[in-house]
């Protein structure tokens, strides 16, 4: 009876070069970082949604500035940390008759502009690991499995044998570099995706958020 040879990730590392071991040390590393900014980033985002979304419906039911900001301050989120500055530069005091209603909006939303994209600056942080290693990963991977194959002729030309079970394990261990290269590229990518969109969707909302509170606070001196 035919036994079938099992791979072993473990034998594959074990027997690897060591110069393709480094290189899926580093992709293994690379691969758990990546996955704890994708959880970090999915938990994160979940919340600034959640967050923008009650902003959101207590904008449009607000009537007045107070009641704006009665309801967002105590907030620490992103959405709400625009609405403070927007009220922060309400609050600025100016000679009278200086400003017009439309200029003192124009000043508050460029407030609130100005916090929003601080807010993003701070979301984006760490995502340009993930777009990094998801162009990266794969050239990484691809060179261990060339070292690994060069080094696979060599034993090959050192024991003058071409047989299939000579060549057969040094590839096997050059071709898991490449693996473990696509491993770690492929969810960093498509979480960068995700992430880059939600992101876009979100500064948009807030655009939508900001022009509505920006209409309340620049009523707040009664100009």
Do not use: C
């Not at 927007?86 to 200029?103: D, F, H, Q, R, W």
């Amino acid at each position: 009876m035919q036994t079938v040879a099992t791979i072993s990730i473990v034998t594959l590392f074990l027997n690897a070069d060591i110069v393709v071991k480094g290189v899926l040390l580093l992709l293994l590393a690379a691969s758990v970082w990546s996955w704890a900014v994708i959880l970090d980033k999915l938990w994160r985002f979940g919340a600034v949604s959640r967050s923008a979304r009650a902003h959101e419906e207590r904008a449009l039911m607000a009537r007045s500035s107070t009641e704006l900001w009665t309801q967002a301050a105590d907030t620490r989120d992103p959405a709400g940390q625009v609405l403070i500055a927007g009220l922060a530069e309400s609050a600025i005091e100016v000679p009278a008759n200086s400003e017009t209603v439309g200029e003192r909006r124009e000043r508050v939303e460029r407030a609130m502009r100005l916090a929003l994209n601080g807010e993003l600056r701070r979301l984006e942080v760490r995502l340009p690991f993930l777009a990094t290693l998801g162009s990266a990963a794969p050239f990484i991977g691809l060179f261990g499995t060339v070292w690994g194959i060069m080094d696979s002729f060599q034993s090959i030309a050192a024991a003058n044998n071409t047989s299939l079970a000579v060549v057969a394990p040094g590839i096997a261990d050059a071709l898991f570099a490449t693996a473990m290269g696509l491993a770690a590229a492929i969810p960093a990518v498509v979480a960068y995706n995700k992430f880059t969109v939600q992101l876009g969707r979100f500064a948009g909302r807030m655009q939508g958020l900001i022009g509505r509170s920006g209409g309340l606070l620049s009523r707040a001196a009664g100009v």
